[in-house]
Nanobody, 125 residues
């Protein structure tokens, strides 16, 4: 059973940094891709970043390029999201997601089969 558990959220001032972690504690398959999404109150869930489980390709939303970095540790079944230069508009619940098979739309929620419970990130101005 796949169990994605996020951690690392919290309250930070604008300009600060946080690192989110997502561990698949119930790994029974090797995901094709891992992604981070976020959802602010009253808004739809939106893509933040993603990585294939093999290779070096990474993908980012324009709003976070140059500030956020996605990485993974295959030996620990863990994917990270390093968030720097945080802005108040980054405030949201951040979700980790895993996709079982290839999708050309890695930034779309439909590419993912499993989701974590989310972790709150709040950036104060």
């Amino acid at each position: 059973q796949v169990q994605l558990v996020e951690s690392g959220g919290g309250l930070v001032q604008a300009g600060g940094s946080l690192r989110l972690s997502c561990v698949d504690s119930g790994r029974t398959f090797k995901p094709y891709a891992m992604g981070w999404f976020r959802q602010a109150p009253g808004k739809e869930r939106e893509f933040v970043a993603a990585t294939r489980w093999t290779g070096t390709n990474t993908y980012y939303a324009d709003s976070v390029k140059g500030r956020f970095t996605i990485s993974r540790d295959n030996t620990k079944n863990t994917v990270y999201l390093q968030m720097n230069s945080l802005k108040p508009e980054d405030t949201a619940v951040y979700y980790c997601a895993a996709g079982r098979t290839y999708s050309s739309s890695i930034s779309d929620t439909s590419a993912y089969d499993y989701w974590g419970q989310g972790t709150q990130v709040t950036v104060s101005s």
